[in-house]
């Protein structure tokens, strides 16, 4: 999806603060997306999968102990975005806002897809999601987050081969 993001950028020649040009600033917005690809992604991708999907594909939910280490491992990835990344700042990676907050920002966002709102935890990221949402534009970031609202409706339409292919994984991030 960084490809993609980058591509678009590039092609669409979209304002620098987006990816600035400056390399003191890019670096930081690179240092972002890494860690996100290392940390953030992994973890809040197995939380999404044991706690919305899980119960979706077996038709159970998943063990307590899967469950709590997800979300602790899912609370220490909200604690690095509030206190490492964000700290006192506006965005991420400084006072304009950049794919940095919209890719950490749609991670924590399909977690409410599983009933969870790390939000009200973590006051400091729901004023950052709000700064978010103002300079991503209130309409459409109010367009993609239907989509994720409207996932569970979705899932029981989804057709029963689209439900094995999820099974492996289910599995995966159930081990």
Known sequence: ???????????????????????????????????????ARPGTSKL??????????????????????????????STTIQDVFLQDKPFLVGDEVSIADVVALADIGQTCVSGLDVFEDYPKLAAWKQRVKEAVGVELFNEAQEGIANFREMQKQAPPEMKERFKARVEYFSR
């Open 1 to 39: 999806s960084y490809a993609i993001l980058l591509y678009l950028i590039r092609k669409y020649k979209t304002p620098d603060h987006w990816y600035p040009s400056d390399i003191q600033k890019r670096v930081r917005v690179d240092e972002y997306l890494a860690w996100h690809l290392t940390t």
């Open 48 to 77: 999404f999968w044991l706690k919305g999907m899980t119960p979706y594909v077996t038709g159970h939910e998943v063990t307590p102990e899967k469950l709590n280490a997800a979300l602790c491992e899912f609370k220490n990835i």
